[in-house]
T-cell receptor, first 114, second 111 residues
Framework: LAKTTQPISMDSYEGQEVNITCSHNNIATNDYITWYQQFPSQGPRFIIQ???TKVTNEVASLFIPADRKSSTLSLPRVSLSDTAVYYC???????????????FGAGTRLAVHP | DAGITQSPRHKVTETGTPVTLRCHQTENHRYMYWYRQDPGHGLRLIHYSYGVKDTDKGEVSDGYSVSRSKTEDFLLTLESATSSQTSVYFC??????????FGPGTRLLVL
């Protein structure tokens, strides 16, 4: 499984765009990139998943360059409620019927200030 | 949110006692997982299940056993709890083509 590297912490202010970059130099051909968000005392919550180029949903955008060795989670106009830990994970989807193996690192602790 | 519940949500027990945590899903997903989360370690996979009566070990399975007699229930048992098993335990589920969805967690304190 590809190892990921992301900043330990980030600070931002309400209304700003936040970009969290994750490095995954050893990503395999079958690997997808998945981001989770975790609030204190809650389980991780799926945010977004992608394979290449750009993916956007109602919460965030995920930018993946052509070499796929990194990815950037973009949160538009953050609010105080976006303060959380964000995890970048790389793993293959279980097309072969195997289970969806995810390896969680320490994540990025985002603090949004007024 | 995915239909996942965990029980109990909080438990305090003594060293050497058996403890069983329950994960229940209403999504009819094939895969179920148990993780523990400790400061400085992120989430670590304990055991997972890929179907009724089909389970396998994760990276930190020592001291834990699991059972899945029905699609909707996945039980995690600590046969003889130790203080090192004090942690927050999360259950997760996934379908065959989806990522994982997590439950609310169980806080376990072993004295």
């Amino acid at each position: 499984l590809a190892k990921t590297t992301q900043p330990i912490s980030m600070d931002s202010y309400e209304g700003q765009e936040v970009n969290i970059t994750c490095s995954h130099n050893n990503i395999a051909t079958n690997d997808y990139i998945t981001w989770y968000q975790q609030f204190p005392s809650q389980g991780p919550r799926f945010i977004i998943q992608g394979y290449k180029t750009k993916v956007t949903n109602e919460v965030a955008s995920l930018f993946i360059p052509a070499d796929r060795k990194s990815s950037t989670l973009s949160l538009p106009r953050v609010s105080l409620s976006d303060t959380a830990v964000y995890y970048c994970l790389v793993g293959d989807r279980p097309f072969s019927g195997g289970y969806n193996k995810l390896i969680f690192g320490a994540g990025t602790r985002l603090a949004v200030h007024p | 949110d995915a239909g996942i519940t965990q029980s109990p949500r909080h438990k305090v027990t003594e060293t050497g006692t058996p403890v069983t945590l329950r994960c229940h899903q209403t999504e009819n997903h094939r895969y179920m997982y148990w993780y523990r989360q400790d400061p400085g370690h992120g989430l670590r996979l304990i055991h997972y299940s890929y179907g009724v009566k089909d389970t396998d070990k994760g990276e930190v399975s020592d001291g834990y056993s699991v059972s899945r007699s029905k699609t909707e229930d996945f039980l995690l048992t600590l046969e003889s709890a130790t203080s090192s098993q004090t942690s927050v335990y999360f259950c997760a589920i996934s379908g065959t083509q989806e990522t994982q969805y997590f439950g609310p967690g169980t806080r376990l304190l072993v004295l």
